[in-house]
């Protein structure tokens, strides 16, 4: 499964670089998703990088309607902290009583106190 998403990220970027890359990865998670070999929140990160943030929380709303508790470890991913203004991710956040997510962190970004500190 690995091997196989790798080479096609790699197919993908020769042909037209990280828009072929992105578009062969999504393709192949789809594939492995729709076969139930990984969980939707996987296919959630890719379609965040591609601009389809829409098609992500479908993606993580499905997983959390299949009780795929894999998912919970990832909300706060900075990868997915670009979802945490949108209702539809507030909502889902409110459902699971998951810890509010930081409001002016951006990700992967220290705290200007934290930063003040060390």
Known sequence: ????????????????????????????????YSAGKIPGIVLAKTCILMGKKEEALQFIEEDYARHNAVFLSCLSEPDLLSLKDDPRYKELLKKINFPALPQDVPPSMPSRAWSEAH
């Not at 091997?3 to 062969?24: F, H, K, P, V, W």
């Open 1 to 32: 499964m690995l091997n196989d998403t790798i080479a096609r990220a790699r197919s993908g970027y020769a042909r037209d670089g990280e828009r072929g890359l992105l578009r062969n990865v999504y393709a192949t998670q789809k594939k492995y």
